[in-house]
């Protein structure tokens, strides 16, 4: 694992600022570029170092982020996909060229396929599929027969209840995200707490007044957490929240600082994702890791199989996870 001086020496600025970053500190003033050297260079250390295989240029290919740029710093979910699949674009031998959210999608008569990150409505995928070339979908699975690569949620879900149940707890809460297309057509359905609330039922340990949801943001994760301890009574309050990302999880330990409740003494969290700031908050936290090197990279040779393929039957690609537990449970 790369160390805080790895990033430090990779980004040229301190240890400190390396720290403060990765802990998202709301007292730290840096820019955001600086803040992209960070993450990116800890996510740069992150990867294994591949050889090219071919320096012949084959084609462009379109990566389209749902989120805007800025977003993307906040998430580093979203950057690990992105940068993993840029990687596996350059070493197949393509050249790339990079969309986000506010961006004119005018691709030009030359593109080879596109990779679009993120959650898409109807209409933005109708949108995409027009310009008739390959598509591959990475973190969401469309209705209409495109390729796609997703996590395993059903199984990463069950994993960490049964983890939980096995450690003795038995008031289990959840604190979900929720998020709305770009477009403004609607909202996007996690189906995590769908999945946790199913399985707390067969275990007869469903309290409805356990779940809460916001945005996919600390502030949301805190303010969540925060509501959790002011609306459920003290010798009642579930000893275990899964948070449906790190960003959540970071809030919510942000919260039990505040409130002088001892993790995982008092109270664990457990994460998903396994950003980069997961190893590197106090305590580290327990997390659901998710490979979004290999979703980035399987995106891409996904639409690699359809340019020099010409394969025609769509195909959906589903990662599995892990639990990688650290110091909040």
């Known amino acids: ?24 500190d709301p007292t730290l003033s840096v820019g955001e570029k600086t803040k992209k050297n960070i993450l990116e260079a800890a996510e740069e250390l992150a990867y294994t170092s591949q050889k090219n295989r071919g320096k012949k240029a084959k084609g462009t290919i379109a990566i389209v982020n749902w989120y805007t740029e800025q977003e993307e710093l906040n998430d580093s979910y979203y950057l690990s996909i992105r940068m993993s699949a840029e990687k596996e674009a350059e070493a197949l031998g393509y050249a790339f060229k990079r969309f986000y959210q506010q961006d004119d999608l005018s691709f030009g008569a030359s593109l080879s ?13 109708e949108g995409l599929k027009s310009k008739q070339v390959p598509l591959c979908f990475v973190d969401s699975h469309p209705k209409s027969e495109v390729d796609s690569v997703v996590v395993d949620f059903q199984s990463a879900m069950k994993r960490t209840i049964s983890y939980m149940l ?47 949801t916001g945005a996919f943001r600390v502030e949301d994760g805190k303010k969540n957490m925060l509501k959790a301890l002011d ?29 002088g409740i001892k993790v995982p003494e008092d109270m664990s969290i457990i994460g998903f994702n396994d950003s980069l700031m997961a190893k590197y908050i106090t305590p580290a936290l327990t997390t659901v890791k998710v490979y979004t090197e290999e979703m980035g990279k399987t995106g891409i040779r996904l639409l690699n ?7 025609e039957g769509s195909k959906t690609v589903i990662v599995s996870t892990k639990l990688v537990e650290r110091e909040s449970s």
């Open 166 to 212: 096995r450690r003795g707890h038995t008031r289990i809460g959840f604190i979900g995200g929720e998020e709305s297309y770009t477009d403004g057509s609607g909202s996007w359905t996690d189906p995590r707490e769908q999945i946790v609330k199913d399985f707390l039922r067969q275990k007869n340990l469903y309290q409805p007044s356990y779940f809460f």
């Open 1 to 24: 694992m790369a160390t805080l001086k790895d990033i430090a020496e990779k980004a040229n600025v301190s240890v400190t600022t390396v720290s403060r970053v990765l802990n998202d």
């Open 113 to 125: 396929g596109i990779l679009a990150i993120g959650k898409y409505s109807e209409q933005q995928i």
């Open 305 to 311: 199989e359809r340019i020099e393929e010409n394969r």
């Open 231 to 259: 609306t459920i009574e003290k010798d009642r309050r579930p000893t275990v929240f899964i948070a449906a990302n790190d960003a959540i999880a970071i809030g919510c330990l942000k919260a039990l600082y505040e409130r």
